[in-house]
């Protein structure tokens, strides 16, 4: 079974496409990392491209911290922590694999450190605006429980969290509203599945910014983070 395979025309450009499969690979464990890949002339055989269109693919994959490139060494796939996790090209990437538990399972790692803290400095900061929209969306939510409808609960679940960030007050959150919106949808995805979609965990975050009290929306967004509450509790203990 060949390692790659030749890319096809799409909308997509081609050195995206092939930079895709490449990183899916490393993603996904199928390239191991420091290993090297083949050379030059074999990839734009084993994909049917020009040197051009390869060199584009791994300029790519390189600003990505995946590979590295040096003259008469050859390119090499990078240690992890090299890997910029949170770039939204990569986070689509990661989508695409067959396995994405593993990510979802330390996404909500990264969950648990930093939204807490979200939901306490919106209930402090939050302007007139960003708490009537909150409103309105939490109704929402509310209607999508109530009539078990999971497409509706999760737009608006992304959304409730995505205003949270944005109300913060502070200008380093705001990429995790706009940088995490992806992989932060398929979370939930996968945590809605099976009719439980914490109604009144959300319900004690909403009430606590509203309300102004910023130790309560702290506690009730721990309370919703909480391994009970999600699907994927059993694979953040690997």
């Known amino acids: 079974m060949a390692l790659f395979s030749a890319v ?93 538990q593993p990510f979802l399972a330390q996404f909500l790692g990264l969950r648990k450190a930093i939204e807490p803290e979200a939901c306490a400095l919106a209930a402090a900061h939050a302007t007139v605006e960003q708490r009537k929209t909150l409103s309105v969306i939490f109704q929402k939510m509310t209607m999508a429980a109530n009539g078990f409808d999971y497409e509706e609960w999760t737009f608006n679940d992304h959304l409730f969290h995505q205003t949270i960030f944005l109300s913060t007050g502070n200008q380093f959150y705001i990429p995790f509203s706009n940088i995490l919106s992806t992989i932060f949808k398929q979370f939930i995805d996968h945590s809605a599945e099976g009719g439980r979609f914490c109604l009144e965990e959300h319900k004690a975050i909403y009430d606590a910014i509203m309300a102004g009290r910023s130790e309560d929306a702290r506690t009730a967004s721990r309370v919703l983070l909480n391994d009970n509450n999600q699907k994927l509790a059993q694979a953040v203990n690997h």
Do not use: M, Y
């Open 8 to 100: 096809e025309n799409s909308s997509r450009k081609i050195h995206v496409q092939v930079a895709r499969q490449i990183a899916r690979k490393i993603l996904s464990g199928e390239l191991n990392q420091n290993e090297k890949l083949p050379s030059e002339v074999e990839l734009c055989h084993l994909f049917g491209i020009s040197r051009t269109a390869l060199r584009e693919s791994t300029k790519l994959l390189s600003a990505k911290g995946l590979i590295e490139s040096k003259p008469k060494v050859g390119t090499h796939i990078r240690p992890r922590h090299h890997w910029h996790f949170l770039d939204p090209q990569l986070l689509e990437w990661i989508q695409d694999l067959e396995d994405t």
